[in-house]
């Protein structure tokens, strides 16, 4: 490990906002402490608390914080020196409405108790094109984001992964999601649609509900390091906002999706097919 990593990593575990539990440390099954306290031990408020998961250097994390302060927010990642940027910002800035938790999102129910977080961001999330169970919205994980989301706690995907936000998009379709944004151009300004593609109708149960508000507009102010480099090259960043109630089975979509071509934070498709499901 390099020096610099080593002097991030003696940082952040003097940060008093930075709690870690990498994954040995949690294996058998050893819970977290602040599961169900965050609010009272931590924040020392009962204001919503929302979390970031796969945060990298917690750009949202931060510039989210700052944009509602009448919010608490968690940014969750296994990458310690990462997210040093993050937690080494917000220290900085005295700000008392952002934390971080270093620990494997594979068992991110371990540390919130339930109803104990009103809203998840994905940020360009690795779409991880060869197997749904490690995409972080597919109902494995999403079964596990019901244990400690409030009743029809909101998601928000923001990703340039056009696989992503068409797996997503079905997702949310056969299960019967509400949604409330959905847009495959967020910075175009395109017109947003349904999550069959057609035009938004008021009323439907997966239509668009009302057209971008506060937060979706804020988001704009926000782009991360990688983001701006897919923005330069052309890329459309893509957003869906969408609920997730508590009733109900969720089912994996039996479609196939093109997978994407082009390479994604220095990750390729890793694979000669075109589709996958």
Known sequence: MSKGKLAKFADMA??????EFPYSAVA?????????????????????????????RGEYTVGLGRLFPEKNFIGVDIKGARM???????????????????????????????????????????????????????TYFMERYRRFLKPDGIIHLKTDSNFMFTYTKY??????????????????????????GGEAQ???NTAISSPLGGVERAILSIKTYYEQQW????????????????????EEPDVEI??????????SKRSGLSVSK
């Open 28 to 56: 058998d099954e050893v819970s977290c402490d602040m599961k169900g306290k965050w609010g009272e031990s931590f924040f020392g408020n009962d204001r919503p608390i929302v979390l970031e998961l796969g945060c990298g």
């Open 14 to 19: 003097q940060f008093p906002h930075v709690f």
């Open 231 to 250: 923005l330069d090259r052309g890329l459309n960043i893509k957003y869906l906002k969408f609920r997730l109630p508590q009733e109900g089975t969720l």
């Open 171 to 196: 997702m949310v379709q056969h299960n019967n999601l509400p949604v409330e944004v959905m847009t495959e151009d967020l910075y175009g300004q395109h017109p947003l649609t349904t999550p069959d």
């Open 258 to 267: 093109e997978l994407d071509e082009y390479r994604s934070y220095n990750r």
């Open 84 to 138: 040093w940027s993050g937690a080494k910002e917000s220290y900085e800035a005295g700000m008392k409405n952002v934390a971080f938790l270093r620990t494997n999102i594979e068992i991110i129910d371990r540390f919130f108790a339930p109803g104990e977080v009103s809203e998840i961001w994905l940020t360009f999330s690795d779409p991880q094109m060869k197997k749904a169970t490690k995409r972080l919205t597919s």
């Open 202 to 204: 008021k009323g439907a």
